[in-house]
Protein backbone atom coordinates (compact mmCIF):
# COMPACT_ATOMS: atom_id res chain seq x y z
CA UNK A 1 0.00 0.00 0.00
CA UNK A 2 0.88 3.62 -0.18
CA UNK A 3 2.87 5.10 2.89
CA UNK A 4 4.85 7.84 3.36
CA UNK A 5 6.77 7.99 7.00
CA UNK A 6 9.38 10.79 8.74
CA UNK A 7 10.27 11.57 11.67
CA UNK A 8 8.55 13.49 14.03
CA UNK A 9 10.93 16.13 15.60
CA UNK A 10 13.92 18.36 14.70
CA UNK A 11 15.68 20.89 16.46
CA UNK A 12 18.31 23.29 15.38
CA UNK A 13 19.91 26.71 16.40
CA UNK A 14 19.39 29.57 14.34
CA UNK A 15 21.66 29.94 11.08
CA UNK A 16 22.20 26.31 10.73
CA UNK A 17 21.27 23.99 8.47
CA UNK A 18 17.89 22.22 8.87
CA UNK A 19 17.27 18.30 6.95
CA UNK A 20 14.12 16.79 7.09
CA UNK A 21 13.66 13.21 5.75
CA UNK A 22 10.96 11.32 4.12
CA UNK A 23 10.41 7.57 3.03
CA UNK A 24 7.67 6.62 0.52
CA UNK A 25 6.54 3.18 -0.50
CA UNK A 26 5.20 3.85 -4.04
CA UNK A 27 7.80 3.68 -6.79
CA UNK A 28 4.87 4.85 -9.42
CA UNK A 29 4.48 8.77 -8.03
CA UNK A 30 5.12 10.94 -9.83
CA UNK A 31 5.50 14.32 -7.95
CA UNK A 32 6.39 14.38 -4.51
CA UNK A 33 5.68 17.77 -2.46
CA UNK A 34 7.18 19.36 0.47
CA UNK A 35 4.27 20.79 2.79
CA UNK A 36 4.77 23.46 5.50
CA UNK A 37 2.48 24.44 8.53
CA UNK A 38 2.03 26.97 11.00
CA UNK A 39 0.12 26.45 14.08
CA UNK A 40 -3.52 27.03 13.52
CA UNK A 41 -3.13 27.42 9.47
CA UNK A 42 -4.10 25.71 6.26
CA UNK A 43 -0.87 23.92 4.60
CA UNK A 44 1.84 26.09 2.04
CA UNK A 45 3.40 24.74 -0.77
CA UNK A 46 7.38 24.66 -0.42
CA UNK A 47 8.33 23.38 -3.32
CA UNK A 48 7.97 20.00 -5.50
CA UNK A 49 9.87 17.49 -7.36
CA UNK A 50 9.33 15.90 -10.32
CA UNK A 51 10.42 11.80 -9.61
CA UNK A 52 13.00 11.93 -12.61
CA UNK A 53 14.78 14.60 -11.02
CA UNK A 54 17.20 14.29 -8.15
CA UNK A 55 17.48 17.57 -6.71
CA UNK A 56 16.14 21.01 -7.16
CA UNK A 57 16.86 23.62 -5.75
CA UNK A 58 14.99 27.35 -4.62
CA UNK A 59 16.79 29.64 -2.66
CA UNK A 60 16.79 28.10 0.79
CA UNK A 61 15.12 25.15 -0.10
CA UNK A 62 16.91 22.36 -1.15
CA UNK A 63 15.11 18.66 -2.61
CA UNK A 64 16.76 15.46 -2.93
CA UNK A 65 14.99 12.64 -3.87
CA UNK A 66 16.94 9.66 -4.21
CA UNK A 67 14.38 7.18 -6.11
CA UNK A 68 16.12 4.09 -6.00
CA UNK A 69 15.34 3.96 -2.20
CA UNK A 70 12.27 5.87 -1.87
CA UNK A 71 13.68 8.31 0.27
CA UNK A 72 13.05 12.43 0.04
CA UNK A 73 15.21 14.98 1.71
CA UNK A 74 14.27 18.86 2.20
CA UNK A 75 17.45 20.59 3.39
CA UNK A 76 16.91 24.97 4.58
CA UNK A 77 19.94 26.65 4.72
CA UNK A 78 20.45 29.48 7.28
CA UNK A 79 17.55 28.53 9.21
CA UNK A 80 15.54 31.50 10.84
CA UNK A 81 13.39 31.04 13.62
CA UNK A 82 10.37 31.78 11.40
CA UNK A 83 11.16 28.11 10.02
CA UNK A 84 9.71 26.81 12.66
CA UNK A 85 6.59 24.79 11.77
CA UNK A 86 5.59 21.25 10.96
CA UNK A 87 6.63 20.27 7.47
CA UNK A 88 4.90 17.45 5.67
CA UNK A 89 6.07 15.17 2.62
CA UNK A 90 3.41 14.04 0.27
CA UNK A 91 3.46 12.14 -2.93
CA UNK A 92 0.64 11.54 -5.70
CA UNK A 93 0.53 8.06 -5.82
CA UNK A 94 -0.81 6.05 -8.51
CA UNK A 95 -3.75 6.93 -10.64
CA UNK A 96 -2.96 10.23 -11.91
CA UNK A 97 -6.18 10.84 -9.20
CA UNK A 98 -4.79 14.24 -7.72
CA UNK A 99 -5.11 12.62 -4.37
CA UNK A 100 -1.73 13.38 -2.30
CA UNK A 101 -0.97 11.08 0.62
CA UNK A 102 1.13 12.50 3.80
CA UNK A 103 3.40 11.51 6.30
CA UNK A 104 2.90 12.34 9.66
CA UNK A 105 4.86 15.29 9.96
CA UNK A 106 7.93 17.23 11.10
CA UNK A 107 7.71 19.21 13.84
CA UNK A 108 10.67 21.87 13.24
CA UNK A 109 12.15 23.70 16.15
CA UNK A 110 14.62 26.86 15.86
CA UNK A 111 15.72 28.06 18.39
CA UNK A 112 17.66 31.21 18.54
CA UNK B 1 -1.93 33.70 -7.14
CA UNK B 2 -3.79 30.49 -6.52
CA UNK B 3 -5.57 31.54 -3.70
CA UNK B 4 -7.98 29.36 -1.63
CA UNK B 5 -10.08 30.89 0.71
CA UNK B 6 -12.31 29.00 3.16
CA UNK B 7 -14.81 30.22 5.82
CA UNK B 8 -15.72 30.03 8.19
CA UNK B 9 -12.02 30.35 9.92
CA UNK B 10 -14.19 29.13 13.11
CA UNK B 11 -17.06 27.63 14.21
CA UNK B 12 -18.97 26.56 17.62
CA UNK B 13 -21.69 24.43 17.32
CA UNK B 14 -24.10 22.56 19.73
CA UNK B 15 -24.34 18.96 18.64
CA UNK B 16 -27.13 17.93 16.73
CA UNK B 17 -27.25 21.08 14.44
CA UNK B 18 -25.33 20.67 10.86
CA UNK B 19 -22.66 23.06 9.99
CA UNK B 20 -21.50 24.13 6.48
CA UNK B 21 -18.24 25.05 5.38
CA UNK B 22 -17.36 26.56 2.10
CA UNK B 23 -13.80 26.59 0.48
CA UNK B 24 -13.29 28.75 -2.48
CA UNK B 25 -10.26 29.46 -5.33
CA UNK B 26 -10.12 33.05 -5.71
CA UNK B 27 -8.00 33.10 -8.21
CA UNK B 28 -7.94 30.12 -10.58
CA UNK B 29 -10.78 27.66 -11.33
CA UNK B 30 -10.66 24.30 -9.70
CA UNK B 31 -11.62 21.46 -11.64
CA UNK B 32 -10.77 19.33 -8.31
CA UNK B 33 -10.98 20.29 -4.59
CA UNK B 34 -10.35 17.85 -1.92
CA UNK B 35 -11.25 17.96 1.52
CA UNK B 36 -9.22 16.43 4.70
CA UNK B 37 -9.67 16.04 8.06
CA UNK B 38 -6.81 16.68 10.62
CA UNK B 39 -6.69 15.70 14.40
CA UNK B 40 -4.23 17.56 16.51
CA UNK B 41 -0.44 16.82 16.13
CA UNK B 42 -1.80 14.49 13.53
CA UNK B 43 -1.22 14.54 9.78
CA UNK B 44 -3.87 14.93 7.09
CA UNK B 45 -6.59 12.59 6.24
CA UNK B 46 -8.22 12.77 3.17
CA UNK B 47 -12.24 12.63 2.99
CA UNK B 48 -13.42 13.30 0.15
CA UNK B 49 -12.18 14.50 -3.64
CA UNK B 50 -15.02 16.64 -5.41
CA UNK B 51 -14.91 17.22 -9.27
CA UNK B 52 -17.32 20.53 -10.33
CA UNK B 53 -20.26 19.15 -11.28
CA UNK B 54 -20.15 15.31 -10.29
CA UNK B 55 -21.15 13.62 -7.31
CA UNK B 56 -18.08 13.34 -4.61
CA UNK B 57 -15.99 10.14 -4.43
CA UNK B 58 -15.56 9.41 -0.68
CA UNK B 59 -12.63 8.18 0.94
CA UNK B 60 -13.11 4.54 2.46
CA UNK B 61 -14.95 4.71 6.33
CA UNK B 62 -16.18 8.60 5.76
CA UNK B 63 -19.60 8.71 5.84
CA UNK B 64 -21.13 10.26 3.20
CA UNK B 65 -24.66 11.27 4.50
CA UNK B 66 -23.08 12.33 7.76
CA UNK B 67 -20.17 14.67 5.37
CA UNK B 68 -21.97 16.05 2.55
CA UNK B 69 -19.98 17.42 -0.04
CA UNK B 70 -21.00 20.06 -3.08
CA UNK B 71 -19.32 21.13 -5.80
CA UNK B 72 -21.28 23.26 -7.85
CA UNK B 73 -18.95 25.35 -9.46
CA UNK B 74 -15.52 25.72 -10.61
CA UNK B 75 -14.66 28.30 -7.68
CA UNK B 76 -16.63 27.02 -4.86
CA UNK B 77 -16.85 23.28 -3.52
CA UNK B 78 -18.73 23.10 0.11
CA UNK B 79 -18.90 20.58 3.18
CA UNK B 80 -21.65 20.72 5.29
CA UNK B 81 -21.48 18.11 8.42
CA UNK B 82 -24.80 17.15 9.40
CA UNK B 83 -26.01 16.14 13.31
CA UNK B 84 -22.47 17.01 14.55
CA UNK B 85 -21.46 15.17 17.54
CA UNK B 86 -18.42 16.10 20.14
CA UNK B 87 -16.10 13.23 17.78
CA UNK B 88 -16.60 15.81 14.80
CA UNK B 89 -14.61 18.22 16.51
CA UNK B 90 -11.44 18.50 13.91
CA UNK B 91 -9.81 20.94 12.09
CA UNK B 92 -10.61 20.94 8.17
CA UNK B 93 -9.11 21.72 5.17
CA UNK B 94 -9.47 22.33 1.70
CA UNK B 95 -7.06 22.07 -1.25
CA UNK B 96 -7.39 22.46 -5.14
CA UNK B 97 -5.98 22.30 -8.30
CA UNK B 98 -6.81 23.52 -11.98
CA UNK B 99 -5.81 19.74 -13.18
CA UNK B 100 -3.27 21.38 -15.52
CA UNK B 101 -0.75 21.06 -13.32
CA UNK B 102 0.79 18.81 -10.43
CA UNK B 103 0.38 21.88 -7.38
CA UNK B 104 -2.57 21.71 -5.21
CA UNK B 105 -3.03 24.72 -2.97
CA UNK B 106 -4.66 24.85 0.13
CA UNK B 107 -6.73 26.68 2.35
CA UNK B 108 -6.08 28.28 5.56
CA UNK B 109 -8.71 25.60 7.26
CA UNK B 110 -11.97 25.43 9.15
CA UNK B 111 -11.65 25.25 13.22
CA UNK B 112 -15.02 23.00 13.73
CA UNK B 113 -15.64 22.69 17.65
CA UNK B 114 -19.15 20.34 18.68
CA UNK B 115 -20.00 21.15 22.12
Known amino acids: GEDVEQSLFLSVREGDSSVINCTYT??????LYWYKQEPGAGLQLLTY?????DMKQDQRLTVLLNKKDKHLSLRIADTQTGDSAIYFC????????????FGQGTTLQVKP | GAVVSQHPSRVICKSGTSVKIECRSL??????MFWYRQFPKQSLMLMAT?????????EQGVEKDKFLINHASLTLSTLTVTSAHPEDSSFYIC???????????FGPGTRLTVT
Open chain 2, 50 to 58: SNEGSKATY
Open chain 1, 49 to 53: IFSNM
Open chain 2, 95 to 105: SATTGFSYEQY
Open chain 2, 27 to 32: DFQATT
Open chain 1, 90 to 101: AENGSGNTGKLI
Open chain 1, 26 to 31: DSSSTY
